[in-house]
């Protein structure tokens, strides 16, 4: 399999997301100020900043969720304006720092649901007599085969983030948001998520907002530093991390980057 590169696998086929002069406004604040952003298939990128930087916003933008000016378009396509359900059944899934699962519901229910989003009451009420394809796909990326039939609230903190993964996947995402996927997780728990962004990263485009340093060294492919709404630096880990703006407003200076 392959694997997330610098610079995406961009093709002819190739699926990604353009932003360009991204603005997101509050009462006269300026949240999120001129934005552009390229972002290919294949290119795991980390999104990183200071609070209230503007990361967290810049997604709520592109997935419909906050009013925005500019310009977001998908392989072509103008996501701006348009309502969040329609975003997301244009292939664009985000994921929130508490997962959504559906506690009391099997893994395998939750799956089912998310595959089923354009499908009618009636039909969801239907039990299956056998799991669809995508959905054991989605089972054995996400590494929950085993907890096909566990109710979604007993799964570990780690599981439920990958469960609500697997329920984007299963959904055909192909641009995937994740806002802080490894938040409150365990070591061990932070490495499996590294490695299932791998796993979906190859094929996908998909975009991180992390404030875990160590995390972002050892999984991003590249990196984008927001501070105050706008983008300061874009690059390879080691461009960003040798980038004097970044270390005099994101890590405060450059002592501190050479000791971390």
């Known amino acids: 399999m392959s694997a997330p590169e610098f610079g995406g696998n961009a093709g002819m086929s190739a699926e990604y997301l353009e932003i360009r002069d991204l603005r997101v406004q509050f009462d006269g604040f300026t949240a999120v100020d001129g934005v552009d952003l ?5 290119d795991l990128r980390f999104l990183i ?21 500019g310009s977001v378009t998908k392989s072509g396509v103008e996501l701006l304006g348009r309502k969040t359900h ?8 985000r994921t929130f720092q508490t997962a959504s699962v559906f506690e009391e519901l099997s893994v395998l229910q ?13 039909q969801l009420l239907r039990r299956r007599k056998d799991v669809l394809p995508e959905i054991e796909q989605a089972l054995e990326t996400i590494g929950l085969t085993a907890h096909r039939d566990t109710p979604a609230g007993i799964l570990a903190h780690g599981q439920k983030q990958w469960l609500e993964i697997g329920m984007l996947l299963v959904q055909n995402a192909d641009v995937l948001l994740l806002d802080e996927p490894v938040a409150g997780m365990s070591g061990a728990e932070r490495e499996e998520t590294g490695q299932l962004l791998r796993r979906i990263g190859a094929q996908r485009t998909v975009v991180v907002v992390e404030h875990d340093m160590d995390f972002m060294r050892a ?33 405060g200076t450059t002592a501190a980057v050479q000791e971390a």
């Open 38 to 42: 390229t972002l290919f298939q294949g």
């Open 219 to 251: 999984f991003a492919t590249s990196v984008t530093v927001l501070a105050r709404g706008k983008v300061i630096a874009d690059g390879t880990v080691e461009e960003v991390q040798n980038n004097p703006q970044v270390q005099q407003v994101y890590l």
């Open 49 to 69: 900043g200071p609070n209230g930087a503007g990361k967290t916003t810049l997604v709520d933008a592109v997935t419909g969720l906050v009013p925005a000016t």
């Open 86 to 93: 329609k975003i997301a059944r244009l292939g664009v899934g």
């Open 110 to 122: 939750n799956l089912d649901i998310a595959a089923g989003a354009g499908r009618s009451p009636w």
